[in-house]
């Protein structure tokens, strides 16, 4: 069964460096999401991307944050200068249509130091 | 302005027995509704999507949908140890986005 995988599992990183999370939608999907989950809430909407633009994105997808389908079948989400705060884990997601069913990824454990 | 809520856990069910969890939601615009399976340090699991009010049933699972009280439930029938886990309601928000709930903790006891 087709589904979204992530690398890395685990990103330390140190405050104020860069990471790049990178995602593989399942092939015939033609949305892309990215959630977060701080530690012990609840799961919140980043961004979502459809026919290489951005379609939505949340309050807390700011001038730090971009994303990118660099080639046919990666997605990934950047983070210029690390905060604290983006400590948490980051799920990437696709759909077959905008209102259809999401699956998720594993999930990319992110530890800003 | 919380857009979906879910009725606080955590909810600790005997083996066999019937587990019923609630959410409503803020936005009448919404059509497409999920729950969402997520297991201690894992991913949100798909378990079911309705789109349509009444109920709509999966083996053990059942979700029901009335728009009109802006409610959505699951019941898990029988439920096994294996069940216990966090039950996540999503709502799509506009046209590309869920809206999750907070999660509601659900303990079988064997």
Known sequence: EPEVTQTPSHQVTQMGQEVILRCVPISNHLYFYWYRQILGQKVEFLVSFYNNEISEKSEIFDDQFSVERPDGSNFTLKIRSTKLEDSAMYFCASSAANTDTQYFGPGTRLTVL | ?110
């Open chain 2, 1 to 110: 302005q919380k857009e979906v809520e879910q009725n606080s856990g955590p909810l600790s069910v005997p083996e066999g027995a019937i587990a019923s969890l609630n959410c409503t939601y803020s936005d009448r615009g919404s059509q497409s509704f999920f729950w969402y399976r997520q297991y201690s340090g894992k991913s949100p699991e798909l378990i079911m999507f309705i789109y349509s009010n009444g109920d709509k049933e999966d083996g053990r699972f059942t979700a029901q949908l009335n728009k009109a009280s802006q409610y959505v439930s699951l019941l898990i029938r029988d439920s096994q140890p294996s069940d216990s886990a966090t039950y996540l309601c999503a709502v799509n928000i506009g046209d590309y986005k869920l809206s999750f709930g907070a999660g509601t903790t659900v303990t079988v006891r064997a």
